[in-house]
């Protein structure tokens, strides 16, 4: 067996071999990583640790939250804060930035997560994940909400844990993708893959085909061709899968390729998707653009769009890269 390379190798080899990260880098990742451990244990204990089921309470989107989002939220924040590489945190479940308390050193990064996607999937022990993404803070003292709101192209790291039949690390710094396994027994997460690559062309979508009736019609157009198979414009047919969990159907894109669509639709035309920018879009984007696919919201690069606000939503396309591609083709440039 070839020898194994544990995640803190990987980031060491990153760090000092090709310089890709600095060392308070390697530091948050390899935190955010046992962060993830522990959300996955909780999450393992389901019914038996009492963590199943409503909260009571809704987030900041408007949602119900889950249990599990709000420990997922904790355990992330109580593991990052008094590191000394954090100057701030942003989550789907905060209404507002976290800064570091005065009692802990101030660092250089800013970390955003959606502590727990999939959320609907937690009650029926369907595979659900943490997605996370690094900015640097800009130069200046303290922090604010605005240091937060930089597009996607300024990541420095970014990645998500997925707690299914394994619990999955995958994680890029820029220099392609890698995947980890948690080996339970060693409680380390060994890497398992490396430049992980999605083919350019796939036959697999993946979309809330519930929804169809109040799609702009370049998505409907796209998703029909997809259904008319190969007696259709497209001369091959194709297969759907929707998990309900983006972190999931992402994974499964980056493990064997396809397209993963959650568009603008007219139930709240002024809303611009249901997926959020700054801890979903952004993140996925930039792992997916990195082995070798494509994101956009229909007109631009996800990761060229500049953030607004916070919570902000965006209309999602990503995955192979010609289907992608040609998904944005169909719509109208502006
Ligand atoms: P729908 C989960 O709540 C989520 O934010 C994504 O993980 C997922 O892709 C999407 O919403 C599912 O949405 O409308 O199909 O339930």
């Known amino acids: 067996?070839?020898?194994?390379?544990?995640?803190?190798?990987?980031?060491?080899?990153?760090?000092?071999?090709?310089?890709?990260?600095?060392?308070?880098?390697?530091?948050?990742?390899?935190?955010?990583?046992?962060?993830?451990?522990?959300?996955?244990?909780?999450?393992?204990?389901?019914?038996?640790?009492?963590?199943?089921?409503?909260?009571?309470?809704?987030?900041?989107?408007?949602?119900?939250?889950?249990?599990?989002?709000?420990?997922?939220?904790?355990?992330?924040?109580?593991?990052?804060?008094?590191?000394?590489?954090?100057?701030?945190?942003?989550?789907?479940?905060?209404?507002?930035?976290?800064?570091v308390p005065?009692?802990?050193?101030?660092?250089e990064y800013l970390l955003l997560f959606d502590p727990l996607d999939g959320s609907s999937n937690i009650d029926v022990n369907v595979t659900i994940g943490t997605i996370f993404s690094v900015l640097k803070k800009p130069e200046g003292p303290g922090v604010s909400e605005q240091d937060f709101l930089q597009p996607g192209n300024r990541q420095v790291a970014a990645g998500y844990c997925l707690y299914g039949p394994q619990t999955t690390l995958v994680l890029t710094v820029g220099d392609g993708v890698a995947m980890f396994t948690l080996d339970r027994e060693q409680g380390s997460f060994v890497l398992v893959q490396e430049h992980m690559r999605i083919p350019e062309d796939t036959r697999e979508f993946a979309i809330n085909m519930s929804n169809m009736r109040h799609w702009a019609a370049p998505v409907?157009?796209?998703?029909?061709?997809?259904?008319?198979?190969?007696?259709?414009?497209?001369?091959?047919?194709?297969?759907?899968?929707?998990?309900?969990?983006?972190?999931?159907?992402?994974?499964?894109?980056?493990?064997?390729?396809?397209?993963?669509?959650?568009?603008?639709?007219?139930?709240?035309?002024?809303?611009?998707?249901?997926?959020r920018?700054?801890?979903?879009?952004?993140?996925?984007?930039?792992?997916?653009?990195?082995a070798g696919g494509a994101a956009t919201n229909g007109k631009q690069r996800i990761l060229d769009v500049q953030p607004a606000k916070l919570h902000e939503?965006?209309?999602?396309?990503?995955?192979?890269?010609?289907?992608?591609?040609?998904v944005t083709g169909y719509h109208p440039t502006v």
């Open 1 to 99: 067996m070839s020898q194994r390379i544990s995640l803190t190798r990987y980031l060491v080899e990153q760090q000092r071999v090709d310089g890709h990260i600095p060392s308070q880098l390697r530091l948050l990742i390899e935190v955010v990583a046992r962060a993830c451990k522990g959300i996955s244990q909780a999450v393992n204990k389901g019914a038996l640790g009492g963590v199943l089921g409503s909260a009571g309470s809704e987030n900041v989107q408007g949602e119900m939250q889950k249990k599990l989002d709000i420990i997922a939220n904790e355990v992330l924040v109580e593991a990052n804060e008094w590191g000394g590489h954090l100057a701030g945190m942003a989550s789907e479940e905060m209404d507002g930035i976290y800064v």
């Open 102 to 107: 005065n009692r802990y050193p101030q660092g």
């Open 220 to 275: 409907v157009r796209y998703v029909q061709e997809c259904l008319a198979g190969q007696d259709g414009p497209r001369g091959k047919d194709f297969n759907m899968r929707w998990i309900a969990s983006m972190v999931a159907d992402v994974h499964r894109i980056l493990t064997r390729g396809g397209i993963f669509l959650y568009p603008w639709d007219k139930r709240e035309p002024d809303k611009p998707g249901k997926l």
């Open 277 to 290: 920018l700054m801890y979903e879009a952004n993140p996925m984007g930039w792992l997916v653009e990195q």
């Open 313 to 326: 939503r965006v209309s999602v396309i990503l995955g192979s890269r010609n289907e992608v591609e040609r």
